[in-house]
Structure formats: C-alpha cells, structure tokens
C-alpha cells in the first residue's frame, strides 16, 4: 500500500510539472502535451500560457486559473490577470490591481504607485517616482531609490540614477558602481560599460577600456562575447582580449563553440578560432539551441545541425506578431526538443527529427511552458 502511495504521489507531481502548449483550434483555445495530444481540449474563448502549473482564462467575460488537468483551481472572477512568478500572480478586480496567492487569496503588499509582477522571488516598489524591490514575504529589501531598475537576469538588474548605470543583485547591493553611461549584463562578475565616449568590460567592479571599439553586446552563454570596431564585428573575452579581430560585417552570440556570422551578403558559422566551419550561404542564421540545430533562412526557415547538414528543410516561418511577443533568440529555434513553426499560415510544433508533433496545425500556438 506505501509504493502504491509513492508512485501515486509521483504521478501526480509529473503531471503537475509536464509542460503544455497553448494552441486554438476552430477559434477556441486549449493545451497540448509534448505528445501532441490534447491534455486540456480547446473550449475557451481567450486563455494564456501556462506558469507555475496554473493557467489563466476566461469565462463569462471573467478571468481565472485552471491546473494542468483543466479544473479550475481558481474561480473566474478577475477583470484582468497576469501570470504567477514567485507563488505570486497580479490581477485587476473592482478598479485596482493586486496579488493573489494559489489559492486566490488577496495577498496584501507595501505601499505601491503601481503593482508589478514578481520575478524569481522579487518584485519593484514604486514610490515618488524612485524604484525599489521586495521579497516573497512582501518586506521591502530595497528601498525606492532609483529612476530605474531593469528585469533581472540570472539574479542581477541593470539600474539607472541620474543618467548613470550600475548593475544590483536582488538584495539591493550594488556590485557594479553606478557611475557608467551605459551598461549591459552581468555575466561571471564581468559587464560591458561605456564610460564616457569608452566602450569597455567593469570585470570584478574595475574598468578596463577597450581601444576603438564602438559597441559591445551582451555575454550569452560562452566566455565571449561580440564588439565591433572600424564598423566590423570581432570577439572578446571576460578579459576584454580580442580572440577573433574584428573582420565580420555582423555576427551573433556563440553556442556549443559555433556562432552565425554575416560576411559579404550571407550568413555562415565559425568556430572559436574564428575559422569558417559551414560556408556563408545563407539569407539569415540563428544561433544553435542545445539541442544542436540551428535556424537557418533561404526564402523560408530550415535547421541545420553541427556539421552544416540540413537536417530539417528551408519551408518554415519562424516568427510573428501578433498573438506572440518578441521571441528571444534560443525561442526562435528547438527549446527542449521542440520547435514552433509556421507552415501555410498554420501552426505547429517540430521534433527534432523534423516531424511534426502529433501531425497537427493550429490557427495559434505558444511555447511550452509549465
């Protein structure tokens, strides 16, 4: 009877933890598993994608959440919504916004101008105009003291004070001073900076300039990161070398050693010697998700693997306006296994071996999520 219990136990906390996409069907939405099959069959008129196993949607005009098996675990009674983060959700009900719980219980929160969504255990303040954070226990950990505070990335904001940025962890300390006129991420105790007319890196909270360079983007996932100078796209390291000299026309972020490259008027790859490992031959190129396929564009969108071998043939749109926000770049290609598509105004899901997940197409469709 106790492994009955167990296993019990497990089944439900796998399927409470699956991911499922939102898709509609004959103008109704509804959710999909990784299967293809439908887990929740499409029957709402407006709903949104799924966070933290709960799912807004609508009834009556009236907005509430359902779980992962479709019943409702909070009844629809909000006017508008937002999505959990954090155990958290924003809602909008008799002319004011505020937080509820999971169990849709109004949660009281400090003196605010304005409601904002949690993200990984914080949420901004706002008060006199000036930005400042607090926790899941709705204690103010910082208080409002900047203009302001970007969303946090791997656990730091970039923040602003009169017109000079630094960058704080979730605390509210400061671990980049706020002296710069630009900044950009902060990647293993390293950052982009302008200082003044400089472009540089502030690495472990010192600046180190960079001779010539006009621009630096962000660190992504690999040690390097892409600057241009005389108008032409190079490498740098956390320590601000030149690995690959400028030479490239344009280029994007390095994954599993390999990163598009525009030379001349096509895309290709090189690898971290800067050496061309698959030809420039191509109208556009994304970078390689973990998956190891990536986006690549002759008229319509394909995916090739590593080597340079299409493995999945150029007749797919990738992106759209819309119903869909704007894509970050490892969304426009295979995030766990699956890639959206477009096909013949439809829309569905490849796996990676470029069949399409339980051979249908839908009107829309979102990402997976939990």
Known sequence: MKKLFIFVVFLTQLSNSQE??????????????????????PKFKSAKD??????????????????????????ATFNKVKYFNSEFCVV??????FYINKKGETVASPDSEKIFDFEDGVAFIKQKDKIGLINIKMIVVLEPKYDVIKSFEDGFARVRNNER?????????????????????????TAWAKNGTAFGLVISGKFKT???????????????????KNDKIGFIDLNGNWVIEPKFDKARAFVKNLAPVFIGKKWGYINLQGKIVIEPTYEDAEIFSKDGLAP?????????????KLVIPTQYDITAGGVF???????KGFVNGIARVKNEKRWGFLKTDGQVLGN???????????
């Not at 909008?92 to 916004?97: L, T």
């Not at 926000?325 to 969304?331: N, P």
């Open 360 to 370: 249908q197409w839908f009107e829309n469709a979102e990402l997976f999520k939990k």
């Open 165 to 189: 940025w630094g960058i704080i962890d979730k605390t509210g300390k400061v671990v980049v001073e706020i002296i710069y006129d630009e900044i950009g991420n902060y990647f293993k105790n």
């Open 296 to 308: 690549i564009k002759n008229k319509k969108w394909g995916f090739i693997n590593e080597s340079g």
């Open 210 to 228: 960079i001779d010539g360079v006009e621009k630096i983007w962000d660190f992504y996932s690999q040690d390097l990161t892409y600057a241009k």
């Open 20 to 41: 499922l996409a939102l898709v509609r069907k004959e103008e109704k939405f509804g959710y999909i598993s990784k299967n293809g099959d439908f887990v929740i069959q």
């Open 325 to 331: 926000g704007i894509f970050k770049d490892d969304e």
């Open 92 to 97: 909008f009900k008799n002319d004011k916004w």
């Open 50 to 75: 799924f966070s933290e196993g709960l799912a807004a949607v609508e009834e009556n005009g009236l907005w509430g959440f359902i779980d992962t098996k479709g019943d409702w675990a909070i009844q």
